[in-house]
């Protein structure tokens, strides 16, 4: 199983600022990554998948690069409604793998 | 509007059977993979089971740790995916969110483009 670490565990930034969440995999995906977003009591939702290319009405400043085993996710202002939690997820391989999520929060 | 709605979740015993329903509209069900994703409360996502599309040569997959007990199905004729839970343990207590599967090329590989609210089972003397 491949095994996929997100780090930091918690990023705390203010608003306007931009957000870098990363993601490596224990072995190579290629570009088969995806990155979605989660907030309290809700179903994740899709933001990036070929690793770098954004599902429909994501706006622009999310954005998604990496391939193989070091992915990043970076936000380039951040907007109130961005805080949430941020998983990665390979589908390379079955078991299809998410990270442990990071936690983005209001600094 | 692609619209997934899970139900049949609830209290169970340890050992007890429940079985998950995801209705589906909005799109064409026949044509997608699904899938079934959960999150034990408090914790992060894991994928659980998916099945094609192909409703002539069914094949579906499923997670080690439900590989036996668990079994994905689906009736495209009525637009439905389910999951039939069997011999449940404590450690299966989560929310479990269907999914829709997209790929780049028929039948390759997923991610997950759309997700329902999700139905939450509790297993529990």
């Known amino acids: 199983e491949i095994v996929m670490t997100q780090s930091p565990a918690t990023l705390s930034v203010s608003p306007g600022e931009r957000a870098t969440l990363s993601c490596r995999a224990s072995?190579?995906?290629?570009?088969?990554l995806a990155w979605y977003q989660q907030k309290p009591g809700q179903a994740p939702r899709l933001l990036i998948y070929g690793a770098s290319t954004r599902a429909t009405n994501i706006p622009a400043w999310f954005s998604g690069s990496g391939s193989g085993t070091e992915f990043t996710l970076t936000i380039s202002s951040l907007q109130s409604e961005d805080f949430a939690i941020y998983y990665c997820?390979?589908?390379?391989?079955?078991?299809?793998?998410f990270g442990q999520g990071t936690k983005l929060e209001i600094k | 509007e692609v619209q997934l709605v899970e139900s049949g979740g609830g209290l169970v015993q340890p050992g007890g059977s429940l079985r998950l329903s995801c209705a589906a509209s909005g799109f064409t069900f026949s044509g997608y993979w699904m899938h079934w994703v959960r999150q034990a409360p408090g914790k992060g996502l894991v994928w659980v089971s998916r099945?094609?599309?192909?409703?002539?040569?069914?094949?579906?997959t499923y997670a080690d740790s439900v590989e036996g007990r668990f079994t994905i199905s689906r009736d495209n004729a009525k637009n439905t995916l389910y999951l039939q839970l069997n011999s449940l343990r404590a450690e299966d207590t989560a929310m479990y969110y269907c999914a829709r599967g997209r790929a780049a090329v028929p039948g390759a590989l997923n991610w997950f483009d759309s997700w329902g609210q999700g139905t939450l089972v509790t297993v529990s003397p």
């Open positions: 997820q390979q589908y390379n391989n079955w078991p299809y793998t």
């Open positions: 072995q190579s995906v290629s570009n088969n």
């Open positions: 099945i094609n599309s192909d409703a002539s040569r069914t094949t579906t």
